[in-house]
């Protein structure tokens, strides 16, 4: 006796869209351009952002792909003052600890250049939080794949989407964060994995003076 084969999943035709190398060159060098134009800002202005354009880009983002299209991913919007109040409270508390001790030396000298400190005024001054839940398994147990390679692929199309759409970010990671899943009362499958202000700049606002690293320096070929 053979076994039934298994059913063959439905497909659907690919839309994609093959242009001349000419305009694929030339929307590298656009998209290039955009992208190095990104900074990560500690300096936000409390002004109203349009929501509807950060749910948008949030859409945007949970068009990543993932582990066995398991999804493994939930985002909070949070403009609720006291909410805000409350996460920066906690999220000062562990970043006293940090910068008081809990980090290293090593660590804190590689920071110097960022002239971080453990006051995160941001936190409430950004008119949004957005923070990024990593789900490590699915409801009712299910296994999630890949969970981490997952969620910070749609991490990175939210922080390019906001900037796309003129928002600036700051990737913010106070460890540890068990504050988030308390605060925003998440459930026992998940585990924050980013804490992202979004606004616009503060007037004025001034940024590191960073340089990357050329295309030499990170690629290899053969
Ligand atoms: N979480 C701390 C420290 C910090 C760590 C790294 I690595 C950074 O790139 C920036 C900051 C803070 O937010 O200050």
């Known amino acids: 006796m053979h076994p039934e084969p298994p059913p063959t999943p439905p497909t ?5 869209t093959r242009r001349p190398v000419s305009e694929m060159r030339a929307r590298a060098d656009s998209f290039f351009d955009e992208v ?12 109203p952002i349009p929501l509807d354009v950060v ?46 001790g809990r980090a290293p030396q090593a660590w804190i000298d590689d920071l110097r250049l960022l002239g971080t400190d453990a006051d995160k005024p941001f936190l409430e001054i950004a008119p949004a939080l957005v923070i990024v839940f990593a789900q490590i398994r699915g409801p009712n147990d299910a296994k999630h794949y890949y969970v981490k390679e997952s969620v910070g692929i749609a991490t990175g199309v939210l922080l390019t989407a906001l900037h796309h759409c003129g928002l600036a970010t700051l990737t913010h990671t106070p460890s ?14 998940e585990r924050a994995f980013v804490l992202i ?3 616009y700049p503060a007037v004025g ?18």
Not at 12 to 16: F, S, W
Not at 65 to 87: C, N, Y
Not at 176 to 189: V, W
């Open 176 to 189: 540890p964060m068990g504050f988030l899943e308390r605060i925003l009362e998440r459930p026992a499958n």
């Open 55 to 100: 749910r948008r880009c949030i859409e945007a983002a949970a068009q990543a792909p993932s582990g066995a299209h398991k999804q493994p991913w939930t985002f909070a919007l949070v403009t609720d003052a006291a909410t805000k109040t409350a996460i920066r409270a906690a999220a000062e508390e562990e970043e006293r600890a940090f910068y008081a």
């Open 12 to 16: 659907v035709p690919l839309t994609a």
């Open 36 to 47: 190095a134009r990104r900074r990560t800002v500690r300096d936000f202005s409390p002004e």
């Open 197 to 199: 202000p979004v606004g």
């Open 205 to 222: 606002c001034r940024v590191p003076d960073l340089e990357r690293k050329p295309l030499e320096a990170v690629l290899v070929e053969r």
